[in-house]
């Protein structure tokens, strides 16, 4: 069993800054990939980052160049720097990790508003 937690979400004004975290806990010896999703109202859960235990990183074309995914192996959280935050970014914002043979654990959501 894993746990997530995660926390930083919050209200911010467009061009504003924001990190969020997600620590694990629990049988997290086998985590392989971290990342993050988020969901819009209306819209399905779509992926806006993610980095495996290696370090290598992906990105929605709509946040590249304005998030950064990072992980800490050492703590076991993994963390979105978002920068120049525009109103369409306003979201629920869920962590995720994946495991070799195990179904994907999700972390509760937290929310991010971006006013205009």
């Known amino acids: 069993q894993v746990q997530l937690v995660e926390s930083g979400g919050g209200l911010v004004q467009a061009g504003g800054s924001l990190r969020l975290s997600c620590a694990a806990s629990?049988?997290?010896?086998?985590?392989?990939?971290m990342g993050w999703y988020r969901q819009a109202p209306g819209n399905g859960r779509a992926l806006v980052a993610a980095i495996t235990r290696g370090g290598s990183t992906i990105y929605a074309d709509s946040v590249e160049g304005r998030f950064t995914v990072s992980r800490d192996n050492a703590k076991n959280t993994v963390y979105l720097q978002m920068n120049s935050l525009k109103p369409e970014d306003t979201a629920v914002y869920y962590c995720?990790?994946?495991?070799?043979?195990?179904?994907?654990?999700w972390g509760q959501g937290t929310q991010v508003t971006v006013s205009s």
């Open positions: 995720y990790v994946d495991r070799p043979l195990e179904a994907r654990v």
């Open positions: 629990g049988s997290i010896f086998s985590i392989n990939t």
